[in-house]
């Protein structure tokens, strides 16, 4: 099987896949891209670098019995399951300035990605970006806003297990935006 697990970043995926009970092996394609040197170029603005997808789609062209992790994960080909954690967008701007502030980036840097991201989330953007890619019938949302990392853990499992239906679409943060 090839899975992956995408969303917004602060969405939990790292947490959750953290905690999996599974037989996939388990990769966190962020660590990759940057150890790999899958990346095109460093954006200083935003002190990020930009993923080279052809590279990352050719490295895991031949990949089976894998769950990849990231938030640009539902980028990758021939993908059976598209899990997509969600979190309500107040609730993720807050996690994202936590996060940042842990990391010491500058306060304008961290409102400006909080806010970005929150945004991004409230617009669906990365469930639309996995239904058009993959399809509706292979698209899995999970909320992950009041849930620990091991309850979210748990529904993943029940997606890789068949215990659950598709269900892009169920989640909705569009009130945000009002």
Known sequence: MRAVVTGTPGTGKTSATERLDT???????????READLYTERD????????????????????????????????LDDVERVIVLRCA??????RLRERGAEEGAALDAREREATENAEA????????????????ERVYEIDTTDRTPEAVAAEIEAVLDGEREPSAGEVDFTEYLL
């Open 23 to 33: 037989d996939l092996d388990v990769v966190h394609l962020n660590d990759v891209i």
């Open 44 to 75: 200083e603005s935003r002190d990020s670098l930009v993923a080279d997808l052809g590279a990352i789609g050719e490295a895991y062209a031949d990949r089976d019995d894998v769950l990849v992790e990231s938030h640009l994960a539902h980028h």
């Open 89 to 94: 967008p107040d609730v993720l701007e807050d």
């Open 121 to 136: 989330e409230s617009l669906d953007v990365i469930l639309g970006e996995a239904v058009r890619k993959h399809g509706q």
